[in-house]
Every structure is written in C-alpha cells, then in structure tokens.
C-alpha cells in the first residue's frame, strides 16, 4: 500500500513535485459550493441594531470629554451636576426594580472614590498636560475597542478607570477628582447597565428616549465648544456607521464569509521553535 503524502517539505516522498493531494481538491471544490450558494446572512434590521448599540456605548465615552472640558476649561461647579446624576441613578434603579435598593454597595464604593481621589489628583501631577492628552487619546482607543469585542468585560471597565486617573491629575481639586469619577461611573458603568436592561425587558420606547437625551447632550456641547463643521462632520460619520457598513457588512458575509474551517489545514504554518 502506497504511503499517503504528507505536508512535510523535508521528508523525501515518493510523489512528483507538482502533486496535488485530494483532500485539498476537494475542500476547494467545497468552499466554491459555498461561494456560489451562499448561506443566509443577517438581516439588516439586526445588524444596524448591533451597530447602533456599539455607537451609543462610544457615545457615551463623549460624555466623559465633556464632563471634564466643563470641569477643566469652564471651571463649573461638578457638586450639582454630580447631584442630579446621582438622584436620577437612584430614582432610575428603584423604579426599574420597583423595590427598595440597597445602600452598601454604593455607599463602599462611594467611600473607596473619596479615599482615593487625594491619590488620584497626585497621580501623574508631575506628567506634562500633552503626555496626559496623548495617554488619554490612546486609553480612549483601546477602551473602545475592548467594547467593540466584549461589551461587559473587566479589561473595558479597567481602561475607563485608567484613563479617569489619568485625567484627574489635571483637576484642580480633590472634588472635582471625586466628582468626576463618580460622574464617569455613572455614565460609562451604570448607564450602559441601565440600558441593557432596557432592552432585555423589551422597553424600547424608554432606551429610545435615553438614546435621544445621549445624543442631544452630546452634538449640543461639540456644537459649543468645536462649533457646526465638527458637528456635521461627527453626524455625517455616526450615519454612515449606523446605517451604510451594516450593507458592506452584509455583503462581505454572503460573498466572502466561509462559515467553516475550510482549507484551513492548507493555511501556513508557524514555526515552532525550541
């Protein structure tokens, strides 16, 4: 019986260089079955929403921004702002769960904000305000792309963190760090949490409502304080997200998706070195 040729380029066999196994004719001739008679792709609907949650959890890494462009540039007063956020986030979680909620894991972690907020403002004091914006720029991104592969994930909630710590060197006071934290929790950690729950109870005339006061906070002060070109610019960009890369996405899924490990044998191979 003849020995089955192997993928092996050192080992001297008895076959002709230009042999074809086939097993890689065959899985070729597969994958054009699969190319010609493509299975069912997503709809279209549920890809935009797909998308549409991904921009909106984006969007709110926005809010972070001008939270402390209001408490850096504009020096406002973060005690009221933190105080109608964190009333709403009250009054939200106990008519969500229509039942009383519990105080102490609030009231740790509210405690743990106010021991570190002295540490956080001395952090990277030191660190010149372009190495902060840069390191902040770079935060930013990876925090968004952890989102973008898991959207409930300790590595994406670490990264808000960071970049938080980051930018709270640049605060003036150990308020304004504590306040700024807290406000970043509320709207990066609680809120997307909020949402979620929104739509796993199917309420989404309440998450649409949300999505629309995000937006609005949003476009209003990139309106105010970059002015109407950036604004149209940023619209122009979240619409062609939203709604045009979910028909490439589509279109890349019915022609070049494989859905299966077809010729993945015949892929290279790595070196393994001892």
């Not at 009221?80 to 969500?96: C, E, K, P, R």
């Not at 105080?103 to 405690?111: A, C, E, G, M, N």
């Not at 306040?179 to 199917?202: G, H």
């Not at 604004?231 to 022609?255: D, E």
Request: proline share 4%; net charge positive; aromatic share 16%.
């Amino acid at each position: 019986m003849k020995q089955r040729w192997q993928r092996l380029l050192w080992l001297k066999q008895d076959f002709p260089d230009n042999h074809t196994d086939p097993d890689f004719l065959r899985e070729v001739s597969e994958l054009r079955n699969v190319q010609l008679n493509p299975s069912s792709t997503s709809s279209y609907s549920r890809v935009v929403g797909d998308f549409l949650l991904f921009y909106h959890r984006a969007l709110n890494t926005g809010l972070m921004y001008i939270t402390f462009t209001l408490l850096y540039y504009y020096r406002c007063d973060p005690v009221y702002i933190t105080g109608a956020l964190t009333s709403l986030a009250f009054l939200a979680s106990v008519l969500f769960h229509r039942a009383t909620v519990s105080l102490k894991s609030p009231l740790i972690i509210i405690f743990s904000m106010l021991v570190l907020s002295p540490v956080l403002k001395s952090l990277s004091r030191t660190t010149s305000s372009d190495s902060i914006w840069t390191i902040s720029c770079w935060l930013t991104l990876f925090y968004v792309a952890s989102v973008s592969l898991q959207s409930q994930s300790i590595v994406s909630t670490n990264l808000l963190v960071a970049n938080v710590a980051v930018l709270a060197s640049r605060l003036s006071s150990t308020t304004d760090v504590f306040c700024f934290l807290l406000i970043c929790i509320e709207l990066n950690v609680l809120l997307p949490y909020f949402e979620r729950s929104l739509l796993d109870r199917k309420l989404f005339t309440t998450y649409g409502t949300t999505f629309l006061i995000n937006n609005a906070v949003v476009y209003y002060f990139v309106t105010q304080f970059l002015g109407w070109i950036y604004t149209t610019v940023f619209a122009f960009s979240a619409v062609t997200f939203v709604f045009g890369l979910p028909r490439y996405f589509i279109y890349w899924q019915k022609h070049y998706y494989k859905n299966g490990p077809l010729l993945s044998r015949w892929d290279a191979r790595r070196p393994v070195l001892d």
